[in-house]
């Protein structure tokens, strides 16, 4: 199993490519991968949020999980997929069998569509792990599965599984907090948005689930460089760059209806550094390519350094 030290830093969270008709489009797919690869990210992971594995049948996601390994094992760069579903059994048997595949890690959302009691959700990761007893977990928090894990929760799944290493926290849940940040730090790596890096950073965080990173990997992979050299104030004026983006930059678009997919592509499409194309699977609101010429005047007027490869 990998260690901790594997899992920092930016990893690539990957779209899917889709044709015009919404099938798979293996061929854009796996150029956007080794480009993503070469960049020099310390890993990739796909069938997240931004990898759309709500959008996708059982069978697509083991195609698309057995490209992204494929591409990411010849390029020496460690991978990681999203095994999240509604269900237990859903997710235990994409666990299986992503570890067939040898991915590095799995990451797993709590079952979104009903709440979860809390007696259950240490045997929920038992069964997911006990599939994949050499793979590192890691657990994506978010709000979206209407219920987030206490510091005790966590600290439960660690001494329980063996192989949690990595939690992926959103906005809302505890280690988006600085004292939770700082406690969970002390077992897991804690991962968050680029532009919580100068805050959280100080409190533990250690990586994050990026978009951003194939938006601009250089730019990305200096901020991450600046995180683990501990220096704040040259790291603050990025940060700073990167949620004026969030906030204003793509605010317009957020009115639209936007998916977290459809910010992803549109960012990637605006640096020129994504070869797919910018459609996001229906039924939710796609970018245009005048949404990418949109967006990028206002990267050049605003914050262009994010934009300079």
């Known amino acids: 199993m990998i260690s ?23 061929v854009a797919y ?10 020099g990210v310390p890993g990739v992971y796909t069938a997240g949020t931004t990898g759309e594995f709500y959008a996708m049948e059982f069978d697509e996601w083991k195609i698309i999980t057995r490209v ?19 269900y237990t059994l859903g997710a235990v048997r994409r666990a299986a069998f992503a570890a067939e595949l040898g991915v590095d890690a799995i990451q797993v959302a709590l079952p979104y569509w009903m709440e979860m009691d809390d007696r259950m959700i240490l045997p929920f990761f038992q069964e997911i792990t006990e599939v994949c007893p050499n793979v590192a977990l890691s657990i994506y928090e978010t709000k979206r599965t209407k219920k987030t894990l206490t510091l005790e929760q966590h600290q439960g ?19 988006c907090s600085p ?44 901020m991450f460089d600046l ?23 793509l605010k317009p678009f957020a009115a639209r209806g936007f998916t977290d997919t459809a910010f992803d592509r549109l960012m990637g499409k605006t640096s020129g550094f994504l070869s797919m194309d910018v459609r996001s699977r229906g039924t939710y609101t796609s970018p245009t390519n005048e949404d990418v010429y949109s967006l990028k005047k206002w990267m050049k007027e605003n914050t262009p350094e994010l934009l300079v490869q």
């Open 227 to 249: 995180l683990l050299k501990k220096k704040w104030d040259e790291l603050k004026p990025l940060t700073d760059q990167v949620a004026r983006l969030v906030e204003e930059g």
């Open 68 to 86: 992204t390994v494929e591409e990411c094992q010849r390029a020496g760069t460690p991978v990681m997929i999203g095994v999240t579903s509604t």
């Open 179 to 222: 004292e939770g940040c700082k406690q969970l730090s002390k077992f897991v790596n804690v991962w968050v948005g680029e532009d919580k890096f100068s805050t959280l950073g100080p409190h533990g965080a250690i990586g994050s689930a990026s978009a951003l990173v194939y938006m601009n990997p250089r730019i990305i992979l200096y």
């Open 4 to 26: 901790k030290d594997v899992l920092q830093g930016p990893w690539a969270g990957l779209p899917v490519a889709w044709n015009d008709d919404l099938s798979f489009d293996e």
């Open 30 to 39: 796996r150029s956007d991968l080794k480009s993503t690869c070469a960049a």
């Open 157 to 175: 799944v660690f001494d329980s599984t063996g192989t949690y290493l990595a939690v992926k926290s959103n906005e809302g849940t505890l280690g």
